[in-house]
């Protein structure tokens, strides 16, 4: 009976470490690699609002000029993602907010993380399909995703689900700095971490702003024009 019960609890304690360690990975891969890239992300597409299709252009060219940048995205960019999106949607599907009983700051920050977390993975799918995978194969090139956003942005209905994207995911990056910082144990204290959640929800708003900013730029004519001028030169050279 005794063997039993070391067995049966030296299995609880693997399960429990299990599932410890697969919440550090997704903690972590949520930071390092996929945060950063998310503040790339949005500096590439703010150029578009800064400088229009030349400047958004010249950053989307300097990312794919990258040595071995196929690699890097696989390794760095799409594993992470695939690996923090579903089992971020395994850990909301678990969650049990208490926002109904306790109206508390992070009970409410606890549930929209998982919220935000669910609509950014379908953005991301959504995105990643429009562009990355219209240039992989073969329909549009790197020079043309301006034009392929501004056909997007162009119609209202889509224009508000990227928005809803956007700001969904600038949250869901935002908060989860907060979050990250408190369970590894960075901010440690209530006055450590009420400042992180200042800072973080600061950074929450710039984003958010840089990503709608940039949105609007994509409607812009002139990355409809900037299209219709490489087909042009494309149909000449042909």
């Known amino acids: 009976m005794l063997i039993f019960e070391n067995v049966v609890y030296e299995k609880g304690v693997r399960q429990f470490m299990k599932g410890y360690y697969a919440r550090k990975l997704h ?3 949520g930071v390092i690699p996929l945060a950063l890239f998310f503040i790339e992300h949005a500096l590439t597409n703010f150029g578009a609002f800064e400088g229009g299709p030349s400047r958004f252009n010249a950053g989307v060219k300097l990312l794919n000029d990258l040595p071995l940048v196929l690699v890097l995205e696989v390794v760095l960019i799409y594993l992470p993602l695939l690996y923090h999106g579903v089992y971020g949607l395994y850990i909301a599907y678990q969650a049990k907010p208490n926002n109904g009983r306790f109206g508390y700051e992070r009970n409410l920050r606890y549930l929209l993380q ?5 609509i950014t993975f379908v953005y991301v799918i959504w995105h990643v399909y429009e562009t990355r995978i219209q240039v992989a194969l073969g329909n549009v090139t790197h020079e043309q995703l301006g034009s392929v ?7 209202p209905v889509l224009f508000t689900l990227y928005l809803i994207g956007v ?6 990056f935002a908060n989860g700095i907060w979050s990250f910082l408190v369970s590894w144990g960075i901010t440690v204290g209530p006055r450590a971490q009420r400042v992180s959640s200042y800072i973080c929800m600061t950074l929450f708003v710039l984003v958010s702003i840089m990503f709608v900013l940039s949105l609007i730029a994509f409607r812009r004519v002139e990355f409809q024009e900037a299209s219709v001028w490489i087909d042009t030169v494309k149909s000449v050279l042909s």
């Open 114 to 118: 998982r919220v935000t977390g669910v």
């Open 27 to 29: 903690s972590l891969l």
């Open 149 to 155: 956003m501004h056909d997007i942005v162009t119609q």
């Open 167 to 172: 700001i969904s995911a600038s949250f869901h």
